[in-house]
C-alpha cells in the first residue's frame, strides 16, 4: 500500500508533519498467491533474457502488524571513501570522517526526542558507528543485520569512479544509466538489494516495537523506501539519501488484518537546506520543481474543516511561509505555481515577495519579477472528488489504486 500524508507543513523537513490528519491515496496490490507466483515466474525468465522492467519489483504484500510502527531510516556519515570519490558497495574499508562524525551528533540531536524501542544497524563499520552515536547511552542493545549492508558492487568495490570507467567501460557506462539492468560478475546488484530489503522489512515488522532507528547506507535505505511504498528497480538513484539523511515511514494496521498502511512521512531529511542550489542530490539539475506545503490555518485544529486551506493563514502559518521564503532565498525562483486556496496562494505570495526582493540591495537596484499563478488543477480538494472513482490500470498485478 501507499500513502501520501497531504498537511500543512514546510517541506519535507517539518517535525509536524505526522502529527496532522491527511488524505491517504492507497495503492492495493493482489494478495493471490497466484499473482505473486506469476510475478516470481516472469521475474525469473525475465532475468535469464537480461532486461527486467522495473514493475517486476512492485511488491507482493507486507506481512500483518498488530500496532502500529514508525521506523526511521539514517544513511551513515560521511566515509573517508565518500571523501575520496571511491566506490564502497559493501566493502568495509572506510570509516566516518570527522564530518561524518559531527553529521551523526547532528543526527542525534535531530532525532533527540524519539523514543525509540529497537535500532537496527548495518555491521560495516561506518554505518555502525554512526548508530552509536545517533542510540547515546540507550540501554538497549543495537542490532546488526547482514541484510542491512551496502549494495553488492563486487569488482567495482575499492575502485576510484574514474578507474571504473577506464577498467569496466560498457559495463560502468550501465551502472550509470541502466542500473536496474546493470549485471557484473554474474550479479544484478540492484535487483539483489531490492529483494535484499523486502527480507529487512519482514524482520523489521516482525520485532515487537513502536519506534524502530535503521542505520544503513545509501542504496540499501533507497530501496528500503521503495519496496515500502510499492516502487521498483527503476527507482533506484531517484530516492537519493544525503550522510545522515533521515526517512521516515509510518506502518498502521490494515483493518481487513491484511497488509498495513504505509504513509512515506519524511524523505532525506537533513540539517542543512534541502533545497541547497546548484545540485540536486550531489547530481547536476538543469530545471528543479520544489514543493511546498501551505502554512497553518485555523481549519487545521478544527475536526470539522475537510480541507484547511480554503481559510487563510494563522499568525504560526504567517512565520511558517515567511521561514520558507528565507529557506528558499538562495535559490533563484523563476516562477511559482499556487492552488487558488486561500493558504497556498498566501504562502506563494510570501515566497514570491522575498524572491523579487533579494537581489535588491541598493537604493537602484530594480526588483527581480517571480511569475506567479493559480493553477486550479493543483487543487486537492478537486483531485479528492475526481478520484472518488476506482480506477483500475493494467499491470503485471492488476494493481487497484483507490482513494
Not at 500500500?1 to 491515496?25: A, K
Not at 493471490?32 to 512492485?58: C, H, N, P, R
Not at 554505518?127 to 543485520?145: F, H, P, Q, V, Y
Not at 509510518?250 to 545540485?279: E, K, M, W, Y
Request: glycine share 6%; charged share 20%; aromatic share 8%.
Amino acid at each position: 500500500m501507499l500513502s501520501f500524508p497531504v498537511t500543512p507543513s514546510l517541506l519535507n523537513h517539518s517535525h509536524l508533519l505526522h502529527h496532522r490528519p491527511y488524505f491517504s491515496f492507497t495503492v492495493r496490490s493482489s494478495s493471490s498467491s497466484s499473482a505473486v507466483q506469476e510475478v516470481e515466474e516472469s521475474s525469473k525468465s525475465t532475468a535469464d533474457a537480461g532486461e527486467l522492467s522495473s514493475e517486476l519489483y512492485v511488491s507482493p504484500p507486507f506481512p500483518q502488524i498488530r500496532a502500529a510502527k514508525r521506523v526511521v531510516l539514517v544513511r551513515h556519515g560521511q566515509s573517508t571513501w565518500n571523501a575520496e570519490g571511491r566506490i564502497q558497495g559493501s566493502s568495509d574499508f572506510s570509516v566516518l570522517t570527522k564530518k561524518g562524525e559531527a553529521q551523526a551528533e547532528t543526527s542525534r540531536q535531530m532525532l533527540f526526542d524519539e523514543s525509540f524501542d529497537v535500532c537496527f544497524s548495518s555491521p560495516l563499520i561506518r554505518s555502525k558507528r554512526t548508530a552509536e552515536i545517533i542510540w547515546g547511552n540507550r540501554k538497549e542493545e543495537i542490532l546488526t543485520d547482514y541484510d542491512l549492508r551496502e549494495i553488492d558492487l563486487y569488482s567495482f568495490q575499492g575502485l576510484l569512479k574514474h578507474e571504473g570507467k577506464t577498467k569496466f567501460g560498457p559495463a560502468y557506462r550501465q551502472w550509470q544509466v541502466n542500473p536496474a539492468n546493470f549485471s557484473i560478475d554474474g550479479h544484478y546488484p540492484v535487483r539483489e538489494l531490492w529483494a535484499r530489503a523486502r527480507n529487512c522489512w519482514t524482520k523489521i515488522l516482525a520485532h515487537e516495537s513502536k519506534s524502530v532507528l535503521v542505520v544503513a547506507h545509501n542504496a540499501v535505505n533507497q530501496a528500503l523506501v521503495a519496496t515500502a511504498i510499492g516502487l521498483g528497480t527503476g527507482f533506484f538513484r531517484i530516492l537519493l539519501q544525503s550522510n545522515c539523511g533521515v526517512s521516515v515511514l509510518d506502518f498502521t494496521p490494515s483493518v481487513d488484518g491484511g497488509s498495513p498502511h504505509i504513509c512515506l512521512n519524511r524523505l532525506n531529511q537533513t540539517p542543512n537546506s534541502p533545497v541547497a542550489a546548484g545540485s540536486s542530490g550531489g547530481r547536476k539539475a538543469s530545471k528543479r520543481i520544489i514543493l511546498v506545503c501551505y502554512g497553518t490555518t485555523q481549519g487545521d485544529s478544527e475536526a470539522s474543516v475537510a480541507y484547511s486551506a480554503e481559510q487563510p493563514m494563522n499568525m504560526l502559518g504567517i512565520i511558517q511561509a515567511q521561514k520558507t521564503a528565507e529557506l528558499l532565498l538562495d535559490l533563484n525562483v523563476s516562477s511559482i505555481v499556487s492552488s487558488p486556496k486561500n493558504a497556498c496562494v498566501q504562502t506563494a505570495e510570501a515566497i514570491s515577495r522575498v524572491q523579487e526582493a533579494a537581489d535588491c540591495l541598493g537604493a537602484d537596484c530594480v526588483p527581480r519579477y517571480v511569475e506567479l499563478k493559480k493553477m486550479n488543477d493543483l487543487d486537492v480538494e478537486d483531485i479528492l472528488q475526481q478520484s472518488k472513482k476506482v480506477i483500475h490500470l493494467k499491470s503485471i498485478y492488476n494493481n487497484t489504486f483507490t482513494l
